[in-house]
């Protein structure tokens, strides 16, 4: 007759896989802890030439550093020249909202107000004309005050009537 053995076959076979488990996690992990591979940006290449070799004499250094700093100095000039440039080049006209009206208002003499799109066109063109060759961008501001407007469809109608020229909506922070 076949008889149970003494222990159970499971008190050794649970440890085991246990140690099995381990040893695969080990054998996953290997890549990411052997030594680092070296990016593709750092590969050699057989097609580039071999990289010039750095002078050793002060004065060269001193002239390479002169040429660099020459070249820095006119970049830096080109960048302000560039910036002072576009800043003339730009108007930028304000519109606020009423807040208790949802229109649309700017300061032009005395206090006008924006209600319809046609106004708006209106708008636009007497500023281009003012503006002549330089860009117009209209900035619309938000009240200031918590107020029920804008709405939704506030903002879908202006965004409608100024899709044709650079327009941005200023949100201000609260406390500002």
Known sequence: ??????????????????????????????????APARPDD??????????????????ELQKQLAAVTKDRDEAA????????????????????????SGRLVYYAPGRQEIASQAQAEQLIAYEKRLAGEKDIFFTIQYPRQASKHPTETDLAGYRDWFKNVPHGFEIPRPGS
């Open 42 to 59: 750092e590969k050699p290449d057989a097609k580039a030439p071999p990289p010039a070799a750095l002078p050793t004499d002060v004065q």
């Open 77 to 100: 000039k080109r960048l302000d020249r560039f910036q002072k440039e576009r800043g003339e080049r730009l108007v930028v006209r304000v519109l606020e909202i009423d807040p208790g």
């Open 1 to 34: 007759m076949i008889s149970l053995p003494r222990r159970s076959v499971t008190r050794f076979f649970i440890p085991l896989i246990d140690v099995l488990i381990l040893l695969f996690c080990i054998f996953l992990l290997m890549p990411f802890v052997s």
